[in-house]
């Protein structure tokens, strides 16, 4: 079942677009904090996000940029704006879609249908988008790492360094090409920072129950394992 975050402040609207999308067998989650959306995007780690434009605090262009930071989860926008300008910053600022208000919900849902088919489904992207060792894939496309019953979002650094550590099994990935990948200037990076993340990454495998390891290789880098039974 595919997981759809709705952000709308319009009570009435957004209970109108939970009780379509669910009679879809969409799992539909509202917005509880409209000051912690990153917060609860990454606890709910939704396929697709449903936003309006005029928000509380922030408005939903600013919260894109901040979901695109760490996904590439499609977001449609759905707004009382009608100036092309409108549609074309929303998308500039990371939407995928962009729907007037008031909107037909047939339109809405052939649009969210169509957004998952072509990110997760029969027309997502060719193979060379994941990549699968062991019981694990990595999806470059949905940045979710996953396995038969598990899957977990991954923030673009985590992707990064996933992909890296992926494509050079069983080999090992030298600390400062992994630096080197992620940021553009190494000098600005405290010494534990790829530490850091490298943990984060390492408990994202255990959560889907992977059975690969990131193994650290002392004085060289990292190296992914499968871990022995």
Not at 3 to 17: A, L, M
Request: charged content about 25%; glycine content about 4%; overall charge negative.
């Amino acid at each position: 079942m595919h997981k759809i975050y709705i952000i709308e402040d319009d009570i009435n609207i957004s209970n109108i677009i939970e009780e379509h999308l669910s009679k879809y067998q969409f799992e539909c989650y509202t917005v509880q904090q409209f000051n912690h959306i990153v917060e609860e995007f990454q606890a709910i780690q939704p396929h697709l996000v449903v936003m309006d434009i005029n928000l509380p605090t922030y408005d939903g262009y600013f919260w894109s940029r901040k979901i695109r930071q760490l996904s590439n989860c499609p977001i449609i926008i759905v707004s009382a704006r009608v100036n092309d300008i409108d549609q074309v910053y929303g998308i500039e600022n990371g939407a995928d879609d962009f729907i007037t208000k008031p909107f037909s919900l047939d339109v809405l849902m052939a649009k969210v249908n169509g957004l998952i088919r072509r990110t997760y489904g029969e027309y997502a992207s060719s193979d060379s988008n994941s990549i699968s060792i062991a019981n694990t894939t990595l999806n470059s496309n949905t940045v979710r790492l996953y396995t038969e019953k598990h899957e977990s979002l991954l923030t673009l650094k985590e992707m990064q360094l996933s992909k890296l550590l992926f494509e050079a099994y069983p080999n090992v990935v030298p600390r400062q090409k992994l630096l080197s990948a992620i940021w553009d200037d190494e000098s600005f990076v405290e010494e534990n920072t790829l530490s850091v993340n490298i943990g984060r990454l390492r408990k994202k495998f255990e959560a889907i129950q992977s059975r690969l390891e990131i193994k650290t290789i002392r004085g060289l880098g990292y190296q992914l394992v499968e871990a022995e039974e």
